[in-house]
């Protein structure tokens, strides 16, 4: 079965840092653009950033550029994403997201369940 | 920028319903359509205007009024379990973004 399983989420601090997982199994990780999309409380869907299958082309939204960084491991079948200079306003559901092609953005046809991030001090 | 209508819709078994998704520039077919319910991650319903998803029933289908800007959702036949958040998204260029979402209750 195909599955993608963030973890990671949890309290940050202002300003603060942390480091969001996601594994992929059931499918060739290596061969699919992934993306991360977050979901505030009560709110709609934002698209956060995407990496290339090989990794070597990055993509931020602008409210994320500087402060977070998208980056994988094939090896590990293994999104990540390193949330830098937190802000309370990042406060949300992060899902990793699987595209249909490896260079280009497609429809996300595989979820995760989300991993909470609550940024408060 | 994908601007939804309805935001809110209440709506009763068996009737057929509309969702309505401008962009404000054209994005050719790159449309998508996705179902999200209460503490669920969103599933994808409808890719490229109009293509179904293996698995998605029948009722639910995707249009496009040519003009690369409007697209459209449609359940003909709702179902109680079709009371959900319905978002469009648009993978023609980066930002990738997201309509805000429709609710039907």
């Known amino acids: 079965e195909m599955q993608l399983l963030e973890s990671g989420g949890g309290l940050g601090q202002p300003g603060g840092s942390l480091r969001l997982s996601c594994a992929a199994s059931?499918?060739?990780?290596?061969?699919?653009?992934m993306s991360w999309v977050r979901q505030a409380p009560g709110k709609g869907l934002e698209w956060v950033a995407g990496?290339?299958?090989?990794?070597?082309?990055?993509n931020y939204a602008d409210f994320v550029k500087g402060r977070f960084v998208v980056s994988r491991d094939n090896s590990k079948n293994t999104l990540y994403l390193q949330m830098n200079n937190l802000r309370t306003d990042d406060t949300a559901t992060f899902y990793c997201?699987?595209?249909?092609?490896?260079?280009?953005?497609?429809?996300?046809?595989?979820w995760g369940p989300g991993t909470l991030v609550t940024v408060s001090s | 920028l994908l601007t939804q209508s309805p935001d809110l819709q209440s709506v009763s078994p068996k009737q057929k319903v509309t969702i309505t998704c401008r962009a404000s520039l054209s994005i050719g077919n790159s449309v998508h359509w996705y179902q999200q319910k209460p503490d669920q991650s969103p599933k994808l319903l409808i890719n490229?205007?109009?293509?179904?998803i293996s698995g998605v029933p029948s009722r639910f289908s995707g249009s496009g009024g040519g003009s690369g800007r409007d697209f459209s959702l449609t359940i003909d036949g709702l179902e109680p379990e079709d009371a959900a958040t319905y978002y469009c998204?648009?993978?023609?260029?980066?930002?990738?973004?997201f309509g805000q979402g429709t609710r039907l209750e």
């Open positions: 059931g499918f060739t990780f290596s061969n699919f653009l």
């Open positions: 490229y205007e109009s293509e179904s």
């Open positions: 998204h648009q993978s023609s260029s980066l930002p990738i973004t």
């Open positions: 997201a699987r595209g249909q092609f490896s260079l280009s953005y497609s429809p996300f046809d595989l």
């Open positions: 990496i290339t299958a090989s990794g070597a082309v990055t």
